[in-house]
Structures are given as C-alpha cells and as structure tokens.
C-alpha cells in the first residue's frame, strides 16, 4: 500500500477508534458501576443499554449552546476543545501494533508527558473563564493536584527509560521481548497508575470536581457539547493512561502467536480500564490535603528512590 | 521537494506566530489573556527548536516552560482574580506616549537582529542534523557537568527558602498570640 494512504488510513481509524471508544466507555463505566453497586445502570435503550451513547449524543446536541454573559468569551469557548485537543493528541505518538500508530517520534515519551502536562490549561482557562466561585476553586485544586501529580509522573517513567536506553515508545515496547518491565518496575507501574488516575481527575482523586463541595468543579457553568468535550475529554484520558501502562509495563502488542498483536494490545488496555473503572467504584475520595500531602510525602520520595535502586542495578 | 516546501511554511509559519503572540503578550490589559499569548509563542517557539532539529530541548520548552512555569504564573494569576478593575488600571498605566521609546530601542535592536542574520551564514532550516537526548545528556555530565552541579546548588537554594517560609511556626510564636502580645 502507498504509504501516505496507509498512514492516513492509520490517523482516521485511530481517531475514530479512540474518541467512539472514550464515548461507549461512559456507558460501560455507568453500566459497571451499576452493576457493582447492585443496581441495573442505563440498560433500556438498545441490547442491553448500548445505544444510550446515542440518546446522550442526541440530547447533548439538542441542548442550547450557551455561554454565560459574564464569562470571557473566547477562552470559554477554547477551553473545553483544548482539554479534548492535547489526550487525543498524545495517542498520536502511542504503538498499538507494528505498522499500527500514527507517528513514531524519538522523543515520543517526552511528548506523552508534554501533552499531559498542557492538559491542566484546559482546566485553569475553563474555571477561570467562567467566573464562578466553585470553578475557580475547582481550577484552583485542579492546577495544583494536576503539576504536582505530573512530577512524580514523569520520574516515575525515568526507571523503563533507564532499562530500555530510549524515549521512543516503539523500541520501548521491543525492549521488553525478554520480559515485560512489570516485574523490575513494579514500583515504577504504581507510581504510575496512581499519578494517571490523578492526572484524568477521577475518583479518587476527583477534588477539583467534588460534587459534595463544589458542585461540579471547573465544568460548573458549561453546558451541551462543551460540558460533552470535557467529559469526554476525560474517558479519552483513562484510554490513555492504559494504553500508555500497557506499552510501557506491559510489553504492548508482545504476547503469544494464537492472537494478532492488536488483540493484544487491546485486551491490555481494556483490562486496565476496568481496573481503573473497579477503583473509581470502590475507593472513597480523600480529602484535598491529604491528596496533596500522600503526593508530595510518600509518592515522590518512593518514586526517586526506584530511581536510585533501578540506577544502582543498572551499574552493577 | 515537497517536504521541503512544506517543512518552510511550517517553520515560517511558527516563527509568525511567535512574534504576533509575543507582541500581544506585551500589550494585553488582561493579565490572563497576557499569559495566554505567551503560552502560545512558547508552544510554536517549541515547534521551531523541533524543526531546527533540537527535539530534546522542544520536548523542554513545553514540559518546563509551557507545562510547568507558566502554570505557576496562571495559577497566581487566578488566585488574585483582578478582573475589569485592574484591566482597567493596567490600560490607564500604558497610554499611547510609553510606547515611543521602547519601540525606538526594540527596533534598533531588530535592525542588528537582521544584520547579523544577513551575513555570510544564512539561515538554512532544512536537513539540519537533528541532536538526540543521548547527545545531550552526554554532553551535560560531561564537559558541561560543573553548570549542572552550579544549577543544582541553585535549586537547592530554592528549596531551602521555600522550606524556611512555609516551616510552621512553634505554638508560642504563631500569629495569633504576637497580636495578643501587641494588643496588650
């Protein structure tokens, strides 16, 4: 095939791929948690509720786009496409399979990290747009749980970079022929899967839009397909953080010949989503200064000093 | 060719982007907006360094200044939440007559800019070698490793300041009972 076909046929199946699946993620989120709770969840429309993705597009769509007069207009507008821009974005640079993936970057890691790290500007310009109180505390906790999150985020990673001695994600993957970095980087996973719970702000790191206090955070004063973009926003980076856990602990599309490596690397990804949906069912939600204090005091010291033993191994 | 064709508008194209957001970064009123526009002209400030083949340091200048600065800056800047009042103040503190002799001083210096541009190494953007993150991390631990220390020493200075201002007081010091003491 033409390359530059192939490629194209990679970016719009990938995109399509990723933002219908954040969209039947919401449904099968409800769907879970439902079920986990005892209780039935959306199961009316269509075979077992599969079609409320549609009744909820329908209705999103139907709403009034409405800005509120005393909000700044333009930054209003731009906020929620940018929360969607930048974790649909960052799965340009994820390998799902060989010949699968959108671009193969060397720097591929770093620009995981760039992309989630420019994600908070959706969430301080979306609550300081709207001028409302409980969104600018909600943007406020949003900021300083997201940069702080993000720090050890990022250390967290250094341990597979040190292993596999590159930042693109492809030969991160290869590298893990010979066993998966699950095992020599368990700390390294967990620091991880705890800062990509906090970086998409769910439960039970979901402060910046605690419902209890602050109605419904920096989303307070959207609507229709502007609260849609954010919400989605945030399915999208669930599918992200597991699809990043997956190629880089473990091992990406790698696994046995009697399933094609997509299949692989899907079932690994779904499989995680659940775990994260199963966390955000069971655990109650800590309080703001307790979530700041478990970051700095316990998980950036634990993820320097996997940098260290890791480091340490390396040399002897 | 068409690569290359493309690959020019691109750069141009962010190098236009980053001039026009600096100069409305500059004259803005809202401090938000301000910081928007700088955000802005660091992320295509970003796409040139990766053009130049710098991928390393592109990656940098999003996670640090984009990521990382800027939202500090944002973040204060929402804290104190100034609204139309200090736009207002902001408009009234920049009349027309302050702009003379920064634009004066700013063009003399683009007029060197382009002088120094225009001698005999012109610019040539396209094929340039692009430098890995190995390269670079081998050539801060080695010949650059004292600047590395240097820049340590500086954070750590940081750090303690910071430490200082936020330790918390002893009971008997804290300020409540400094104001008793004053009251009384």
């Not at chain 2, 303690?160 to 009251?183: V, Y």
């Amino acid at each position: 095939m033409d390359p530059l076909v192939n490629s194209l046929l990679n970016v719009v199946l990938i995109l399509l791929s990723v933002v219908f699946g954040a969209a039947l993620l919401t449904w099968l989120e409800r769907r879970l948690l439902g079920i986990w709770q005892d209780r039935y969840g959306p199961n009316r429309v269509g075979p077992f509720g599969t079609l409320q993705i549609v009744a909820d597009m329908i209705k999103l769509l139907m709403k009034q786009d409405w800005v509120p007069p005393f909000a700044d207009r333009l930054i209003f507008i731009v906020a929620p496409a940018f929360a969607m821009f930048v974790v649909v974005a960052a799965f340009a640079v994820i390998p799902m399979a060989p010949g699968v993936g959108v671009v193969d970057l060397n720097i591929g890691l770093l620009f995981f990290l760039a992309m989630t790290s420019l994600g908070v500007y959706a969430v301080m310009f979306g609550a300081y747009a709207s001028d409302n109180k409980y969104a600018m505390l909600g943007g406020l906790r949003a900021a300083a749980q997201m940069v702080s999150y993000e720090v050890f985020m990022g250390l967290s990673l250094m341990g597979v970079v040190m292993l596999a001695g590159t930042f693109n994600l492809r030969e991160l993957v290869l590298a893990q022929v010979d066993g998966w970095f699950i095992g020599p980087q368990i700390i390294g996973f967990f620091i991880f899967f705890m800062a990509g719970i906090a970086e998409s702000h769910r439960t039970p790191f979901d402060l910046p839009e605690a419902e209890h206090e602050l109605t419904a955070g920096f989303h307070t004063e959207y609507s229709g397909m502007k609260f849609a973009m954010f919400f989605i926003g945030e399915y999208v980076s669930v599918l992200m953080s597991a699809a990043m856990i997956t190629v880089l602990f473990f091992g990406g599309w790698l696994g046995p010949d009697w399933l094609p490596p997509i299949a692989w690397f899907l079932l690994k990804t779904i499989t995680l989503v659940l775990l994260m949906i199963l966390i955000r069912g069971s655990l109650p939600r800590p309080r703001y200064d307790q979530l700041m204090a478990f970051g700095w005091k316990f998980m950036l010291p634990l993820s320097l000093l996997n940098l260290i033993i890791t480091g340490a191994l390396i040399l002897i | 060719m068409i690569w290359a064709y493309l690959y020019n508008i691109v750069f141009y194209a962010s190098c236009g982007v980053t001039v026009v957001a600096t100069l409305l970064m500059i004259s803005r009123h809202n401090a938000v907006h301000a910081l928007l526009y700088l955000i802005v002209s660091s992320l295509s400030l970003a796409i040139i360094f990766y053009l130049l083949g710098a991928a390393f340091a592109a990656a940098l200048e999003v996670i640090v200044y984009a990521g990382a600065v800027m939202i500090l800056f944002v973040f204060v800047v929402m804290m104190l939440n100034q609204g139309q009042r200090s736009a207002a103040l902001e408009a009234a503190w920049l009349p027309a007559r302050g702009w003379i002799m920064p634009s004066i001083l700013a063009s003399i210096l683009l007029a060197l800019l382009l002088l120094g541009m225009n001698s005999e190494h012109p610019l040539q953007p396209y094929g340039v070698h692009g430098v890995a993150v190995k390269d670079v991390g081998i050539a801060l631990f080695g010949p650059y490793v004292l600047v590395v220390e240097l820049a340590s020493f500086l954070l750590l200075s940081g750090l303690i300041g910071a430490f200082h201002i936020a330790r918390k007081m002893p009971s008997h010091m804290d300020q409540n009972t400094l104001d008793e003491a004053g009251n009384g």
